[in-house]
């Protein structure tokens, strides 16, 4: 195989894999997280399953803090720090194209695509990697390494609860 060949290869090929999460309820009194948790079927299949259960209901203003870290000495921010008035975004979602692709990111996976007021639990169940693949590889490429994605969420402007995925590119 050629020297040069080789090389593209690796530049074009790139893998998604799911290493950790956490999850805390930061106000026990609004929500309590009933399960958080990778599961690693096989070396190649893992998957993440979240559910929240709301415990005051309906909540009509919430807010979502997306921040992206990279591994650097501890993690370190790192290209996208975005906080969205969910409720506003859920009515039009294609408005924005950076909160499109974090709409796009949840969407498959979760049942959290819709308006306000929010009245049930969060669940999102066995989320894998090749469903964030295309989107941390082809839409944003972007360089190999461990990430973690941190969302903060909000209920009328108070932090309930903190989310951290932590994944890396190779």
Same mark, same amino acid.
């Given at each position: 195989?050629?020297? %040069?060949?080789?090389?593209?290869?690796?530049? $074009?090929?790139?893998?998604?894999?799911? =290493?950790?999460?956490?999850? &805390?309820? $930061?106000?026990? /009194?609004?929500? &309590?997280? /009933? @399960?958080?948790?990778?599961?690693? $079927?096989?070396? !190649?299949?893992?998957? $993440?399953?979240?559910? *929240?259960?709301?415990?005051?209901? +309906? *909540? =009509?203003?919430?807010? *979502?803090?997306?921040?992206?870290?990279?591994?650097?000495?501890?993690?370190? +921010?790192?290209?996208?720090?975005? =906080?969205?008035? #969910?409720?506003?975004?859920?009515? #039009? +979602?294609?408005?924005?194209?950076? #909160?499109?692709?974090? @709409?796009?990111?949840?969407?498959?996976?979760?049942?959290?695509?819709?308006?306000?007021?929010?009245?049930? /639990?969060?669940?999102?169940?066995?989320? !894998? %990697?090749?469903?964030?693949?295309?989107?941390?590889? /082809?839409i944003l490429p972007f360089p190999e390494g461990n990430y973690m994605l941190e969302i903060h969420w909000k209920a009328y402007d108070i932090t309930? #609860? *903190? !989310?951290? %995925?932590?994944?890396?590119?190779?």
């Open positions: 195989m050629k020297p %040069y060949f080789f090389v593209a290869l690796l530049l $074009v090929y790139s893998l998604v894999e799911f =290493t950790n999460i956490k999850c &805390e309820s $930061v106000d026990k /009194d609004f929500c &309590e997280i /009933d @399960y958080c948790f990778l599961k690693s $079927v096989n070396r !190649t299949y893992k998957y $993440v399953s979240v559910k *929240v259960k709301l415990l005051r209901i +309906p *909540v =009509t203003r919430i807010k *979502v803090n997306f921040a992206v870290y990279k591994r650097l000495n501890g993690y370190k +921010p790192f290209l996208y720090n975005l =906080t969205l008035d #969910a409720c506003k975004f859920l009515k #039009a +979602p294609r408005s924005n194209p950076v #909160a499109n692709y974090f @709409y796009n990111f949840f969407n498959n996976v979760s049942n959290m695509n819709h308006s306000c007021p929010y009245d049930h /639990d969060i669940v999102m169940e066995k989320m !894998t %990697y090749s469903s964030v693949y295309h989107q941390f590889s /082809d309930r #609860a *903190v !989310t951290k %995925y932590y994944w890396s590119l190779s």
